[in-house]
Each structure stands twice: as C-alpha cells, then as structure tokens.
C-alpha cells in the first residue's frame, strides 16, 4: 500500500487519505525522497485533511520526511491539520516545530509559490 | 483499497498508480461522482501515467465515468496515456471517443482551464 504522489510542475502533491501505519508512513517517506531527487521538485503539499488521528510515531516520521526533503533542497507544508490530530500533536509535545501549514490544498501551493518565487 | 480524489479550486484532480480491478474501479467511479456533487467542481484531471495495462472493463468504467461526470456538469481529461495503454484501448476497438486527453497532470490542467475558463 502506497500513498500517490503527484507532480505538479515544480511541485509534488500528496493526499493522505487512509490511516496511516508505521510501514506506509516509513514507505511514504522514501517514496517522496526519492520523487523529489527524480523530478527535482522545490516544494512539497502533504495534506492531512483525511488524517483523522496521528500517533507519535507517525508524527515522528512526518517530521522528518520534512527535514530530510529540506536537505535536499524542498520545501514542504502540511494542510489540513484536523482539530484532534492538532490536539494530539501538542499533547504530546510533539507539534511540527517550524514547520509550514496552510488550511488546503490550494492555500498550501499559493504559500509555495510566494515563498519559492518570491 | 480507494484511490484518493485531491481538491484544487474548482478542480479534481486524480493519480491513478495502482493495478485497478474491477471492485476498485468501480470504488473509483462511486467516489469521483460523490466528490464531484459534493464540491461542485468543475473538472476533473485523470493521471494515469502510472498505469500500464488496461482491459476492456476497466476502460468501459473509465469510458462511463467521464459521461456520468459530464451529466454533473464536470468536464474531463485524461493524462499520461501510456503507449502500451494506447495501443490496448485501440486494439479492444474501445478508445476514448469524443475523450479529452493531456500529456500530463499540468497540461491537463492548463486545458480544463482553457476550456472552462475561456
């Protein structure tokens, strides 16, 4: 089970739209590293509007996924945070320091483009 | 096993990179047209640049989708048609007709957008 990965222009797109265990999250991780090496994409949209719990795992891996895509040279920004997967993320003292969020999709790409475009 | 349907303004937008069988397929098309009242979008971009083979069923479900799409309201195209694809849709003496396609995800998009835009 993976989770697709868009390309749009200079942008990648995803939609996490099923419950994610630890070997999706970790697949997902490598899958969006390695589509970002392959199409040199500068930005990345995760959206979580379908992700109804996170676990510290999971939130865990998400973090990193952005570490990792910013060392190769990507930037990434979550949509959609649901209340309760924001609650869970600040319980348990997790959140996702410095990390970019927009309400949807639409809002996350035009916060791509004046970020990376000026 | 859903495929996931990503909302960007007026548009969906949909990566099929799964083998599709008919239970999917089917899955597929009861989701697109509940997305589609639900968000009144007007088109909608098909990738199915990770899909290698396709057999009759799949492409009658296709072939439906779009006509039960367009009694919505909703226009819509089909990216990344594989050669070996191509050839299948031909061959069974299927096609597409009357189908809008693109190259890809962006130039799909770009033509709904000429089309429905002006």
């Keep these: 089970m993976r989770i697709p990965i868009l390309k749009l ?3 990648l797109l995803v939609s996490i739209q099923i419950e ?3 070997k999706t999250a970790v697949q997902f991780q490598q899958d969006l590293l390695n589509m ?3 199409t040199g994409s500068t930005g990345v949209v995760i959206d979580l509007t379908s992700v109804q719990m996170i676990d510290s795992y999971i939130a865990r891996v998400l973090g990193d996924v952005v570490k990792m895509s910013e060392l190769l040279g990507c930037e990434v920004i979550f949509t959609g945070i649901q209340p309760a997967v924001s609650i869970t993320l600040i319980d348990l003292g997790i959140g996702f320091r ?3 969020t927009a309400m949807n999709l639409e809002q996350g790409l ?3 483009k004046q970020s990376l475009e000026g």
Excluded: F, T, V
Aim: proline share 0%.
């Design 9 to 11: 222009g200079n942008y």
């Design 20 to 22: 994610l265990d630890d």
């Design 36 to 38: 970002i090496h392959k």
């Design 98 to 100: 410095n990390i970019k």
């Design 110 to 112: 035009e916060k791509l």
